[in-house]
């Protein structure tokens, strides 16, 4: 937004001329379909609500190949090695978690969920536990190291293999041998899902074997045992992992059954480290196709991407060659996700989640309807700072902590303010820092955007100058870290100069996907600009300056965002409009990249994105306007990764009676939450 044209706008705003229906918009009308068919499987598998995940070694994340389809086909990533007990404490009491967090904190900047491996597991276990003889010392270490490894990725681990591979191959249906088992009975199992629960309680806390996907070996009765004694006596479980290391012949033919078996005891079921010997298609999708056909199977990891990433490299058992190639096994796992039925085996009996997979929703819906909060952050004054209206905030989520930068607006004009919270019910109590003292300095600087961007390893805030200005920071909590403004442009382009009329050169934006990095701007005249640089030239080289999409210039007004929709292969346009009864509201278009045209998802007045007509307040109608803000991201880096489900929009709205100069209007921050979502 731009403080200097705000005079008279709401008078401008008697806009009959405004009918939706007669607005020009220069792309496709087509309504999002109801189910899409998406072209990679963590795509495909968030159709049903499912993830699709990937074993990953830290020191494979150099390989261009090896990221490249990381971050294009997966939703989730388990750490290979890297969490395990001899990489995260190798000596008592002295823990490194280098490798891991690369990994955490690579897939989470992204949007990938994680899978933590595994916390008590007789195997690469350092000689120190091995060797403690003394159930007091090998409990009170077992537990340390539990809550430890689980309390650094608190919150942010969707699920833990708290114990791994505790019981025995063979007929005997017993726990096997090992150090926890010997000294402290078969006990320690429960003991440690205890502790995992009290050190995490929003982690889904799995047991993790191998050899019990068949119903009717002695080793899978033997495990159901254990859950079933565990979900009797209210010891904390919430998942079986079954690990899936097959033969060439694949599943064996029980495999639905025994998934179904556990999910019957109350856990979640999934298939945590799937790779099969020669990776036969039809090995693949019957595995696939077990978990789709149960509701609690709720996502599928295979150990590997390709075939020379395997722990069993010579047998080529994953979905893509040394090449990095797509193997016959890809396109049918794909298939199967999506609910094809051309690969089931017959016998195996399909229960109504199969059903349901087979009309998988859109990644999101072309209706929206949302509850908002009431006013959650207000303008905090002080001595050298009179502040009328806090606006246009950006926010991610980073260490636990929500971070909110805004524009603030005051008789003395425009700046910008930061400030962090835990927690939603915090936020109006959160600390303002005023960033005009900083070396982002006084004077106009207003609609910020933040984002991480990972190739450098730096904080970027995107704001408005007059120019598009951005400022540098390795530590976004930090207020004195940024650096001073800098501009993307040279000067105006061209293209705008030529465009903008009467209007301002607003609202910039930053999205980058793996190849180029998107800076959008609008013109306050129906015009949304677009320029272009590959991601390693960012922040400099935006040339070739575009019209992105235009419309008359009330409908297609200001404060854009742009999103990639997390598991999918879409991207998701907000524009800011101001309706026919002056009030702001938000439209919505999606696109297949950031460089397509976008189609229309809710973009009108009767069907918008947001407007006061689709916002219930619970805690009393404060605003008619929803307008300047940003949604709460599922990552924070440059992609700009959007949940496609419970979406959340900070926004900003005011007094619908305040009158006045525009730069002294009341404007507040208030949080909208989807009521619609389908996932
Ligand atoms: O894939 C892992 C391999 O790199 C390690 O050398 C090996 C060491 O035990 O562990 C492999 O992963 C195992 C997993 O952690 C637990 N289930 C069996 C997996 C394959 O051995």
């Given at each position: 937004m731009n403080p200097l044209k705000r005079l008279g706008r709401r008078r401008a705003s008697v806009l009959s001329l405004l009918a939706v229906g007669a607005l020009v918009t220069p792309v496709a009308a087509t309504a999002a379909p109801d189910a899409v068919r998406a072209s990679t499987l963590g795509a495909q598998a968030a159709q049903s609500g499912r993830y699709f995940g990937t074993a990953v070694a830290?020191?494979?994340?150099?390989d261009g190949t090896y990221s490249t389809i990381l971050d294009r086909e997966f939703n989730s990533v388990t750490p290979e090695n890297e969490m395990k007990w001899d990489a995260t404490e190798p000596s008592r009491g002295s823990f490194t978690f280098g490798a891991a967090d690369q990994i955490f904190n690579r897939a989470t900047a992204r949007g990938q969920r994680v899978r933590g491996h595994t916390l008590v597991w007789h195997s690469q276990l350092p000689g120190w536990v091995s060797s403690i003889r003394d159930a007091n010392t090998l409990r009170g270490v077992m537990n340390n190291h539990i809550t430890t490894v689980m309390n650094r990725y608190k919150g942010r681990i969707h699920s833990w293999d708290v114990v791994n591979e505790a019981f025995a191959d063979g007929g005997s249906g017993q726990m096997r041998s090992s150090v926890f088992r010997d000294v402290l009975g078969t006990g320690f199992v429960e003991q440690a899902f205890r502790t995992a629960r009290s050190a995490d309680p929003a982690a889904k806390l799995c047991y993790n074997d191998y050899n019990i996907e068949d119903w009717n070996a002695a080793k899978t009765q033997g495990v159901y045992r254990m859950v079933r004694d565990f979900k009797s006596r209210g010891v904390p479980i919430d998942c079986v992992g079954l690990q899936a290391h097959f033969g060439a012949g694949g599943p064996p033919a029980s495999f639905q059954t025994t998934l179904s078996n556990f999910a019957a005891l109350g856990v979640d079921v999934q298939i945590t480290e799937l790779d099969i010997a020669q990776a036969p298609p039809t090995a693949y999708a019957n595995t696939v196709r077990a978990c789709m056909n149960v509701a609690r199977c709720t996502g599928i990891t295979v150990w590997g991407i390709r075939d020379s990433d395997s722990w069993r490299s010579s047998e080529n058992p994953l979905l893509f060659d040394r090449g990095g190639n797509k193997k016959p096994a890809y396109q049918s796992t794909l298939t199967a996700l999506g609910g094809s039925a051309a690969t089931q085996r017959s016998g195996v009996r399909s229960d109504r989640s199969a059903a349901r997979s087979h009309k998988s929703a859109a990644a999101l819906p072309s209706r929206f309807s949302w509850n908002s909060s009431g006013k959650l952050i207000s303008p905090k004054s002080d001595a050298t700072h009179n502040i009328a209206g806090i606006k246009d905030p950006t926010v991610v989520q980073y260490n636990g902590k929500y971070h909110v930068f805004a524009s603030v607006a005051g008789s003395s004009g425009y700046n910008l303010v930061y400030l962090n919270f835990t927690d939603w019910s915090q936020a109006g109590s959160a600390t303002h820092h005023y960033l005009d003292r900083t070396a982002i300095g006084a004077g106009y600087r207003a609609a910020p955007q933040v984002f991480y961007y990972a190739p450098q390893r730096l904080w970027y805030l995107v704001y408005q100058t007059g120019n598009a200005s951005y400022s540098t920071n390795p530590d976004i909590s930090n207020p004195n870290g940024w650096s001073a403004p800098r501009h993307f442009y040279s000067s105006m382009p061209d293209i705008i100069k030529q465009n903008i009329g009467n209007g301002y050169w607003v609202d910039m934006w930053v999205i980058c996907d793996s190849a180029n990095c998107y800076l959008f701007s609008s013109d306050d005249n129906g015009h949304l600009y677009r320029s272009q640089t590959p991601v390693g030239q960012f922040p400099n080289g935006f040339t070739n300056t575009v019209i992105a999409a235009q419309d008359s210039k009330f409908a297609l007004f200001e404060a854009s965002n742009v999103y990639k929709v997390q598991g999918s292969n879409q991207y998701l346009l907000l524009v800011e409009a101001v309706g026919s009864d002056g009030r702001r509201y938000f439209r919505s278009w999606t696109a297949s990249s950031l460089a397509a045209s976008w189609t229309p998802l809710a973009a009108s007045e009767s069907n918008p994105f947001a407007k006061s007509g689709n916002v219930t307040f619970p805690a009393g109608a404060w605003t008619r306007d929803i307008s300047h803000g940003e949604m709460i991201r599922?990552?924070?880096?440059?992609?700009l990764t959007i949940p496609p489900c419970k979406l959340q929009y900070l926004f900003q709205g005011k007094d619908p009676n305040a009158d006045g100069d525009y730069n002294l209007l009341p404007w507040r921050l208030g949080l909208l939450t989807q009521t619609n979502s389908s996932c």
């Open positions: 830290a020191g494979r994340l150099g599922a990552g924070y880096d440059q992609t």
